[in-house]
């Protein structure tokens, strides 16, 4: 299964400035999937970026917000742009295929965000 | 009404239990179903995986989709304080259709 990277790993950040997480993958991989984990909450789904073309949002997300970029086939960034405390979340990025016998998604270690 | 419905507990259990984790769905179009496990401050881990009804056994682990009544199951057998975790139920159509999770029930195994 696909190994994921991704740094940083935790970011105490000022409200108004701009976070950029970055997503490595070992393999090559067509879609990469960002993740929001809010505090005590489940996995909302940000945005599909494929490579060469636009990020697909979600309902509720907007690129002026979470600008990505997908520059080739093992990596991706995800900027989180003029944070609030509402933004403090753990961000996942994902791949999806076979690991063994099970098929699914393969999430990184995510980034904590606090926006204070 | 969510997509996805679980309890998110917190449930606490006794070593060597049989835990049952369980989550509802209204979408019929799901016919991938998967559980992760997910530790503190880690990112979820694949745990199951189950393609359309039936069950699924590894190790302490059996999955149960039943989507007659759109219902899925985890058990645990001879549970162990490193199950402790928050256990994330995950659906979706199939392909790169979008994973919709569960809320995730938080499970805490006592010596």
């Known amino acids: 299964s696909a190994v994921i990277s991704q740094k940083p790993s935790r970011d105490i950040c000022q409200r108004g400035t701009s976070l950029t997480i970055q997503c490595q993958v070992d393999?090559?991989?067509?879609?990469m999937f960002w993740y929001r984990q809010q505090p005590g909450q489940s996995l909302t789904l940000i945005a599909t970026?494929?490579?060469?073309?636009?990020?697909?949002?979600e309902s509720g997300f907007v690129i002026d917000k979470f600008p990505i970029s997908r520059p080739n086939l093992t990596f991706s960034t995800l900027t989180v742009s003029n944070m609030s405390p509402e933004d403090s979340s753990i961000y996942l990025c994902s791949v999806v295929g076979w690991q063994g016998l099970n098929y699914g998604y393969t999430f990184g270690s995510g980034t904590r965000l606090t926006v204070v | 009404q969510k997509e996805v419905e679980q309890d998110p507990g917190p449930l606490s259990v006794p070593e060597g239990a049989i835990v049952s984790l369980n989550c509802t769905y209204s979408n019929s179009a799901f016919q991938y179903f998967m559980w992760y496990r997910q530790y503190s401050r880690k990112g979820p881990e694949l745990l199951m995986y189950t393609y359309s009804s039936g069950n699924k056994e590894d190790g302490r682990f059996t999955a149960q989709v039943d989507k007659s009544s759109k219902y899925i199951s985890l058990f645990i057998r001879d549970s162990q304080p490193s199950d402790s975790a928050t256990y994330l139920c995950a659906m979706s159509g199939g392909g790169y259709n979008k994973l919709i999770f569960g809320a995730g029930t938080r499970l805490a195994v006592h010596p």
């Open positions: 970026a494929n490579q060469g073309s636009e990020a697909t949002y």
């Open positions: 393999s090559q991989v067509t879609m």
